[in-house]
């Protein structure tokens, strides 16, 4: 089974912004994100896991995990996919830093449904999981 781990958006007011920072931030090279340690549980992670995005206190969307590698001043680099997945909004308490989650806990993907959700625009998904309507 896959693990995950969750990260709060920082400075992301929507689910919009969230997906035009990445794409922006994919215009100049490889995305990824600087972390202090490297997960104990990386091996469990890489190539198979997710992270998963907190925006507003609500798991939004996921970036797959492509890869961990070395960042500047010692740091760690998670690696990955820029263009995330929405999936179905669930609430999640912000925190710093990220947390494992694992796969029976994970949110399933929007794409995978038959209900029609992941062709709605971005911004009008984040106000329907705000009201608890998706």
Known sequence: ????????????????????????????????????????????????????WIVKHQLVARSPILGFGEAEGGRVAIHIDPVPVLVEARPKRAHQGWRYLEANDAPAD????????AELPPALIGKLAELALI
């Open 1 to 52: 089974m896959a693990l995950h781990i969750t990260k709060v958006a920082f400075g992301a007011a929507s689910l919009d912004h969230l997906v035009e920072r990445l794409r922006q931030r994919a215009e100049a090279g490889p995305v990824f994100l600087t972390t202090r340690y490297l997960p104990k549980r990386h091996e469990e992670i890489a190539g198979q896991g997710s992270l998963y």
């Open 110 to 117: 929007l794409a995978g449904g038959t209900s029609g959700v």
